[in-house]
């Protein structure tokens, strides 16, 4: 908060206090809390299965449907690809996240 109060005392609009204090220290929460709500969105089919329509049907609820009605090596192919890139992209996190110390 000292960081913003500074700023702002120095004349930066609030936007750029956001985008250029408050934003790089909150990051990672932000990709976190992202990736973390894009998993529990494949988790939620009952949902799923009320809010889609019959003309638009989204990616959970046809897993679901071919999951019960027939076996299709499609939806562990699609499952695998998901774990793999929600792993990537949280080894891209860590590794882009740490903090650099400092020389000297």
Known sequence: MSQENAARSLGAPRWKTFL???LPQIRFAVVTASLL???????????AMFVS?????ILTRN???ALR????PT???ISTIMI???TTM?????????QKAPKG
């Not at 709500?37 to 009952?46: A, I, M, Q």
């Not at 329509?53 to 049907?57: A, E, I, Y």
């Open 53 to 57: 329509s019959g003309d638009n049907p």
């Open 75 to 77: 939806i562990a192919s």
């Open 20 to 22: 250029t204090i408050t």
């Open 84 to 86: 793999c890139v929600t």
């Open 69 to 72: 009605d027939q076996i299709d």
């Open 37 to 47: 709500s894009f998993l529990t969105s494949f988790d939620e089919v009952v949902v």
């Open 90 to 98: 949280m080894v891209l996190a860590q590794v882009f996240g740490q």
């Open 63 to 65: 897993m679901f449907n």
